[in-house]
């Protein structure tokens, strides 16, 4: 792959061109970690698409394609968890927030996946999976 090119979907990329290393996905894999502590703390994903903002567009394209999927599953959950939210009060929001819930850590999990093949993620741009 030539540098000015744009990552094919899930190319393998195995190391930086001309620095004989990988890259560090380090940042990257800390977002998804984030993404998937909200769980928990509630507010980590905050922190998460922020560090994603920060550095998105510094990395080789692969890493970037990253960033951008982490930025664009922040937003979508936001947008699904704000609709499901306001179906509480009919009550199918509930198992609503449910799957959104499984959404969240499917795309976690392929995110953590194709940073370990050190690839894009697959279907960057999908409302779903």
């Given at each position: 792959m ?9 190319e393998?990329v195995?190391?930086?061109?001309g ?18 502590a909200?769980f928990?703390l ?13 550095y998105?567009?510094k ?10 999927y982490q930025i ?8 699904y968890?704000?609709v499901?939210?306001l179906l ?10 449910v799957?959104?819930?499984v959404?969240l ?9 194709g ?5 894009a ?9």
């Open positions: 030539r540098q000015d090119e744009t990552p094919i979907e899930g393998v195995k190391e930086e061109k620095s004989g290393k990988a890259p560090d996905t380090t940042m990257a894999m800390v977002v998804y970690a984030l993404y998937l909200s928990v509630g507010f980590t994903s905050l922190i998460g698409v922020v560090i994603a903002y920060v998105k567009g990395g080789p394209k692969w890493l970037d394609e990253h960033y951008r664009r599953t922040f937003w979508m959950g936001f947008l968890a704000a499901f939210s509480t009060f009919i009550l199918i929001g509930f198992p609503l927030l799957a959104l819930a959404w850590i499917i795309r976690c999990v392929k995110g953590f996946k940073l370990q093949e050190t690839r993620p697959s279907n960057v741009n999908t409302w779903l999976f």
